[in-house]
């Protein structure tokens, strides 16, 4: 008797991977794409990126992503099929209200990048100035909490200009 049950729990596992291999097929099929993992093109297959601050969250998350979508890094501009030049990569902190006591209460994050992309001396896209705003507020009790809050914006801020970038640059053809 615990042959059948173990041949009947084999049967439905079996049965189970043939239908989420089925479920994959039919979305692949149809052309759905996770989000972010849109094909690049064959002139970006091997970028060089010349960035203004290496270092940066964007930077480091532009980076990622390119690798993500297929993309083998050069190290050099000359062993590149295109060059993608991030030539602003630049966070701002701006006061947006203050209290009775002169004390800010809340502040505005702008996060702004400007890239361009060439691929064998043609400018394959123009300079683009993409930025990202946010405003948080600030309490001299909590600051530990509240820096804490400002880099988790910042970050969230960068991560979705890197795919703002990437999307368009999964454009180019």
């Not at 990202?132 to 009790?141: G, H, N, P, T, W």
Request: charged share 20%; glycine share 4%; with cysteine.
């Amino acid at each position: 008797m615990w042959s059948s049950e173990r041949s009947v729990a084999v049967r439905r596992t079996a049965a189970r991977w043939a239908a989420i291999a089925a479920g994959v097929a039919l979305a692949a099929g149809c052309g759905f794409r996770l989000a972010g993992t849109a094909p690049l093109p064959a002139s970006l297959a091997r970028p060089y990126l010349s960035f203004s601050y290496p270092y940066s969250d964007f930077a480091r998350i532009f980076g990622q992503q390119l690798r993500a979508a297929g993309a083998t890094l050069a190290s050099s501009d000359a062993t590149a099929t295109a060059t993608v030049d991030v030539s602003r990569d630049a966070v701002e902190q701006r006061v947006l209200s203050v209290s009775a006591r002169n004390i800010p209460t809340e502040y505005l994050l702008i996060y702004t990048v400007t890239y361009s992309v060439r691929h064998a001396g043609k400018e394959l896209l123009a300079p683009q100035t993409i930025s990202l705003s946010q405003d948080y507020s600030f309490s001299e009790q909590a600051v530990l909490a509240k820096e804490h809050e400002a880099g988790r914006l910042r970050r969230q801020m960068a991560r979705e200009l890197a795919a703002i970038a990437m999307r368009r640059i999964a454009s180019l053809k």
